[in-house]
């Protein structure tokens, strides 16, 4: 009997290789799935299929964990604020846990003997798969041809040419990675410090002009309102979202960090949706959360996009986060109004019971109703004699 592959298939030219390649010249049988994080739709997802059929795979299936991806990433993200570097919304990095955990689910339900995936040795996402079906599979093994081999993207189109599989992978300029939460654009200009995308390069062009002022409302920090409108799946929300805002070329921008393997790496990206969501709630979370709730839940979720972006999920650690994340918001809650322009939009306002502004005890610059002039002073004096005492000790000591 042959022994049993399962690749991790989106259907591009490392994975297309990849099909051919193990089963032609290993003789594997080849399993075949694409995990859909919200990127593909259904007629993408019929092409990868017939594609996959077409190199000769066994069999082909579509994992759909777009909603599971939401549900225990993004929203972790949004109460966290998560920025990576202050800039990306860590939109692929994100998806791929969750590709990668339903690959292996997969794997395991199929008894394959290995797991394979198609990424190359200079990027994130091999350490993200490996990782995790290491730690949810060790018995599982792990190929890696395009890794392994160093192989160039003409020798893999050649190689398929040459066995009878003939397919339009010349002309991407681009690698482009779509997903719920933004979509990535890397190639050309991207590997170069000094030089940024062209507009054609993003998969949404910029269409709308003038601007238009829209809503986000938000219930224990979730978004479940646009313009008005409830929605009981976020997904949809999302979406809706991003079809309204993309057209105005908004979260559009360039990420450079710290790659997993230690070398620098840049990438382009256009997120509209994520960008607006996170920046509302952030807003809304001035508004309704104490200074220190506010202090600490910046920390932590510098910790969680970073571990998130390193292929850390798994790690114990990042439930604990997710459980402070979680309590956090149960008064985050309330509208926040935007106006989108080409390019950019602005944070109008929020409305909220929960607003820490509308108390009784004073109105900033203009008015105190709970303390006196009196209180103000013994606290300032109070305040400052840390202060005073190291000035004192300083100047006793004729230091000025």
């Given at each position: 009997?042959?022994?049993k592959?399962l690749?991790?298939?989106?259907?591009?030219?490392d994975?297309?290789?990849?099909?051919?390649?193990?089963s032609?010249?290993?003789?594997?049988?080849?399993?075949?799935?694409?995990a859909?994080?919200?990127?593909?739709?259904?007629?993408?997802?019929k092409?990868?299929?017939?594609?996959?059929y077409?190199?000769?795979?066994?069999?082909?299936?579509?994992?759909?964990?777009?909603?599971?991806?939401?549900?225990?990433?993004?929203?972790?993200?949004?109460?966290?604020n998560?920025?990576?570097?202050?800039?990306?919304?860590?939109?692929?990095?994100?998806?791929?846990?969750?590709?990668?955990?339903?690959?292996?689910?997969?794997?395991?339900?199929?008894a394959?003997?290995?797991?394979?995936?198609g990424?190359?040795?200079?990027?994130?996402?091999?350490?993200?798969?490996?990782?995790?079906?290491?730690?949810?599979?060790?018995?599982?093994?792990i190929?890696?041809?395009?890794?392994?081999?160093?192989?160039?993207?003409?020798?893999?189109?050649?190689?398929?040419?040459?066995?009878?599989?003939?397919?339009?992978?010349?002309?991407?300029?681009?690698?482009?990675?779509?997903?719920?939460?933004?979509?990535?654009?890397?190639?050309?200009?991207?590997l170069k410090?000094?030089?940024?995308?062209?507009?054609?390069?993003?998969?949404?062009?910029?269409?709308?002009?003038?601007?238009?002022d829209?809503?986000?409302?938000?219930?224990?920090g979730?978004?479940?309102?646009?313009?008005?409108?409830?929605?009981d799946?976020?997904?949809?929300?999302?979406?809706?979202?991003e079809?309204l805002?993309?057209?105005?070329?908004?979260?559009?921008?360039m990420h450079?960090?710290?790659?997993?393997?230690g070398?620098?790496?840049?990438?382009?990206?256009?997120?509209?949706?994520?960008?607006?969501?996170?920046?509302?709630?952030?807003?809304?979370e001035?508004?309704?959360l104490?200074?220190w709730?506010?202090?600490?839940?910046?920390q932590l979720?510098?910790?969680?996009?970073?571990?998130?972006?390193?292929?850390?999920?798994?790690?114990?650690v990042?439930?604990?986060?997710?459980?402070?994340l979680?309590?956090?918001?149960?008064?985050?809650?309330?509208?926040?109004?935007?106006r989108?322009?080409p390019r950019?939009?602005?944070?109008?306002?929020v409305d909220?019971?929960?607003?820490?502004m509308?108390t009784?005890?004073?109105?900033?610059?203009?008015?105190?109703?709970?303390?006196?002039?009196?209180?103000?002073k013994?606290?300032?004096?109070?305040?400052g004699?840390?202060?005073?005492?190291?000035?004192?000790?300083?100047?006793?000591?004729?230091?000025?």
């Open positions: 009997m042959k022994e592959v690749l991790a298939f989106s259907g591009g030219l994975t297309s290789f990849c099909a051919m390649y193990l032609r010249e290993k003789g594997y049988e080849v399993h075949t799935a694409v859909n994080t919200g990127g593909f739709d259904e007629e993408e997802l092409r990868i299929e017939e594609r996959a077409r190199l000769g795979v066994t069999s082909h299936v579509a994992l759909d964990v777009t909603r599971e991806y939401y549900e225990k990433s993004i929203r972790y993200m949004i109460f966290g998560v920025l990576r570097n202050g800039t990306y919304p860590i939109s692929v990095s994100s998806e791929r846990i969750f590709q990668a955990m339903a690959i292996i689910d997969y794997a395991q339900k199929i394959a003997d290995y797991v394979a995936h990424s190359t040795g200079a990027g994130n996402d091999q350490v993200r798969f490996d990782l995790t079906f290491d730690v949810l599979a060790p018995e599982i093994k190929l890696t041809p395009t890794r392994d081999m160093t192989l160039t993207r003409e020798y893999e189109i050649d190689y398929l040419r040459k066995h009878g599989y003939e397919a339009d992978f010349t002309k991407m300029e681009y690698s482009i990675n779509k997903g719920l939460w933004g979509t990535s654009i890397g190639g050309k200009e991207t410090s000094e030089q940024t995308l062209p507009d054609s390069a993003y998969p949404s062009q910029i269409e709308k002009s003038g601007e238009e829209i809503s986000i409302g938000f219930d224990c979730e978004p479940t309102v646009l313009n008005g409108k409830t929605y799946d976020k997904v949809a929300l999302i979406r809706d979202l079809r805002a993309a057209p105005f070329g908004i979260g559009r921008d450079i960090g710290d790659t997993i393997i070398i620098k790496g840049r990438v382009g990206f256009e997120a509209a949706a994520p960008m607006l969501i996170i920046n509302a709630h952030k807003m809304l001035k508004h309704t104490s200074k709730q506010l202090y600490w839940k910046e979720g510098n910790w969680y996009g970073m571990f998130l972006h390193e292929a850390q999920y798994l790690d114990p990042m439930r604990d986060i997710e459980a402070f979680l309590q956090s918001q149960q008064q985050v809650n309330g509208t926040v109004f935007l989108l322009y950019s939009y602005t944070l109008v306002g909220s019971p929960y607003d820490l509308k009784d005890f004073g109105e900033y610059g203009e008015v105190n109703r709970a303390w006196t002039a009196d209180d103000v013994g606290f300032t004096k109070i305040m004699n840390p202060m005073k005492i190291f000035h004192n000790v300083r100047k006793r000591n004729g230091m000025l």
